[in-house]
């Protein structure tokens, strides 16, 4: 059973970098091709996709998300992690990371249960 847990500050200031880890188990991060996506929902919107990295290391970003987006990982730890910069409080939002056979993120075989982001001004 694959399983994914989000991490991190529950509160961030405005100007600094968020950074949320995701803890898979179950099944390697490294498996390929497979994709782990952060993803996340403002208060009183959807869902909107952030980025993944692949499991042979690519990665890609929202256009939107891109210019301030970072996603590493750690292998050994079988962990992956956002690095947003720059926040302001628009970013405040319920952050999950998920795992998909492929590219469209809304088709997720697993995702945390989320974790709560709040940026102060």
């Known amino acids: 059973q694959v399983q994914l847990q989000e991490s991190g500050p529950g509160l961030v200031n405005s100007s600094q970098t968020l950074s949320l880890t995701c803890t898979v188990s179950?099944?390697?991060?490294?498996?390929?091709?497979?994709?782990w996506h952060w993803i996340r929902q403002p208060p009183g919107k959807g869902l909107e996709w952030i980025g993944y990295?692949?499991?042979?290391?690519?990665?890609a970003f929202s256009p939107s998300l891109s210019r301030r987006t970072s996603i590493s990982r750690d292998t050994s730890k079988n962990q992956f992690t956002l690095q947003l910069h720059s926040v302001t409080p628009e970013d405040t939002a319920v952050y999950y990371c998920a795992g998909s056979p492929g590219t469209n993120w809304a088709s997720y075989e697993s995702r945390g249960q989320g974790t709560q982001v709040t940026v102060s001004s």
């Open positions: 990295i692949r499991g042979d290391g690519n990665r």
């Open positions: 179950g099944v390697s991060i490294t498996m390929f091709p497979y994709y």
